[in-house]
């Protein structure tokens, strides 16, 4: 699975898009999926997320994460139990998606690291597209990152 995204209608800085509150994401998810995954799949959704995380140097683990905010759009839910899903098996399958930012002003993406490389600060935004199944668990998942 992968997420293509279309040009953005917006801004341009150096020739990157520049997104900001209430700018529209346009694309599609492209998969291929097996049987035994279709079997299973009851649903597919795009999220996009801003998380910001404090590292300490020498540690794996985030001294410090929290979720700025999320957005997510359901592509698909199954039904029926009987419903084919939009998806053939063990062929490419293109969903196209529309998702807009939250009218939130939020900190641009960045990576900073103190003086004395003691801490690292990251904020990042995050595309990502989730295969689930009934319960809500991942079958398969991807992510983007979005600048």
């Keep these: ?79 029926e139990e009987s419903e084919q899903s939009p998806f053939k098996q063990d062929s490419e399958t293109s969903i196209p998606f529309m998702i807009q930012l939250p009218m939130v002003q939020f900190p641009p993406q960045a990576i900073v690291t103190s003086d004395g490389k003691e801490m690292s600060y990251y904020c990042e935004y995050i595309l990502s597209a989730y295969l689930e199944d009934i319960n809500g668990k991942p079958i398969f998942r991807c992510h983007k990152p979005v600048v």
Excluded: C
């Design 1 to 79: 699975m992968e997420i293509q995204l279309l040009p953005e209608f917006g801004w341009l800085v150096d020739n990157v898009p520049v997104y900001g509150p209430g700018s529209v994401f346009q694309g599609f998810i492209r998969s291929q999926f097996s049987k035994n995954q279709l079997s299973k799949s009851d649903r597919l959704r795009i999220v996009f997320h801003a998380t910001e995380t404090i590292y300490q140097s020498g540690f794996r683990d985030p001294v410090y994460k929290n979720q700025l905010f999320g957005s997510q759009k359901i592509l698909w839910k199954r039904q």
